[in-house]
């Protein structure tokens, strides 16, 4: 039996917490098929939960702070730290317990292998454990991740190379996410053998396993051209523009709704832009992320599903997001920016649309391109449909295996 401890800053607590599931989907997904690997997932504290078990993981939960405090594994650090700047004392007791508590597990387990999800903080946590134990490391990189590090003077990207150079082997959601990591690392600590591009992928079991849960708020649209966004309420994730562009074309308005999905701090900014603009009437927000029935009756309504992915004055910007290949899945014409790496998977025209959010007006242009071909579709969504086959958990997770465990 092959014992993985795995390392995360942002894990569910169940299947009904709304805090991202990537990490979780992809670890029952890997026990499934891999019944050799026993994993433990070490995590932040959270609502007080402290240790569990199920059939595909053990769950340890690690203390940092006064409970009251411990708020980064919710939506995840940086958004904390976005919305409180003050948290960012809580991040030394952070590293400092989420290293001493990794210590612990690897002399309670005696591991095989570290899998660390995100290079900051928990791949440089990782490196710290395999020079002090020696228990090999791999890492997956997601977005933004590794440029926190290059943001320390001097030693940034030493910490960045000492990790790539150190780690047995690593991947990316996307290439732009890998670029931008080996953009930092000398060429002699970089071994490209060890690099590889895996998008986390698409669960649809937990799609194929439910019914789908009727919206009232939204079965009311019927007859409108229904464009949704579905994802997280963060300033990467571009709803803003996306709400722009909606008074851009006000000679479609009386025939389309947007329909905002999700949750986080800036749903009241968008409350805001939306009565500024006179939208009310347009827009419907519907605060919910991660329920899957609910998301499984967006993606059936759905015209059009738009990812309008910015890069924020801070340089913030998505990975590959998993809420793409999932309109893909479920045969969705998919609107996309360049911004979210969707370039790397939607041909323009052919399996989904693209634009670039940086310029002006082009997304409601876009919008209103689609809208008037509304009827002419099927193409565009059957090969949606089929190119989304490649990116299903079954898929990607084989890959996975083979390149960070069993090499």
């Not at 932040?44 to 405090?69: A, D, G, M, V, W």
């Not at 946590?125 to 134990?133: E, N, S």
């Not at 649209?221 to 006000?250: C, M, Q, T, W």
């Not at 599903?305 to 893909?328: H, Q």
Request: hydrophobic content about 40%; some cysteine; proline content about 4%.
């Amino acid at each position: 039996m092959k014992k993985i401890i795995v390392l995360a800053s942002t894990f569910p607590l169940s299947n009904n917490d709304p805090t991202p599931s990537f990490v979780m989907d992809q670890i029952v997904e890997l026990k499934k098929k891999n019944n050799d690997i026993e994993f433990t997932v070490l995590a932040p504290s959270y609502q007080n939960k402290k240790y569990s078990e199920n059939l595909y993981f053990n769950e340890y939960r690690f203390r940092y702070f006064f409970s009251r405090f411990e708020k980064l594994a919710g939506e995840g650090i940086l958004p904390v730290l976005r919305k409180n700047f003050l948290y960012t004392l809580v991040i030394p007791f952070f590293l400092i317990s989420q290293l001493l508590a990794t210590l612990k597990l690897i002399n309670k387990l005696k591991p095989d292998l570290i899998y660390a999800h995100w290079v900051m903080p928990q791949a440089l946590i990782a490196l710290i454990c395999f020079k002090l134990t020696r228990v090999p490391f791999v890492f997956t990189s997601h977005a933004h991740d590794a440029e926190i590090l290059t943001k320390l003077p001097v030693i940034g990207k030493l910490l960045l190379n000492t990790i790539v150079k150190n780690a047995k082997s690593f991947t990316f959601d996307s290439k732009n996410t890998e670029y931008k990591l080996k953009r930092n690392i000398k060429k002699k600590n970089w071994n490209q053998d060890k690099s590889k591009i895996i998008p986390m992928g698409v669960n649809s079991n937990k799609f194929e396993s439910i019914e789908s849960t009727e919206i009232i708020e939204i079965s009311k649209y019927h007859d409108k051209f229904k464009i949704v966004y579905a994802g997280r309420f963060a300033k990467k994730k571009g709803v803003e523009s996306l709400i722009n562009s909606l008074k851009e074309i006000p000679e479609i308005l009386d025939e389309i709704v947007l329909i905002i999905c999700g949750s986080g701090s800036l749903v009241n900014e968008y409350f805001r832009l939306i009565d500024k603009h006179g939208l009310t009437k347009n827009v419907k927000i519907i605060k919910f992320f991660n329920d899957i029935p609910k998301l499984k009756y967006i993606y059936e309504i759905a015209d059009l599903i738009v990812v309008p992915s910015i890069v924020t004055k801070g340089g913030d910007v998505e990975g590959l997001p998993v809420v793409l290949m999932e309109s893909m899945y479920f045969g969705n014409a998919t609107l996309s920016s360049f911004q979210s790496n969707a370039g790397e998977i939607i041909n323009d025209g052919k399996n989904g649309f693209l634009f670039d959010s940086d310029t002006n007006f082009e997304l409601s242009q876009k919008i209103k391109y689609i809208f008037k071909r509304k009827d002419n579709l099927m193409n565009i969504k059957v090969e949606a449909e089929k190119d989304s086959k490649k990116y299903l958990l079954e898929s990607v997770n084989y890959q996975f295996y083979k390149h960070l465990f069993n090499n």
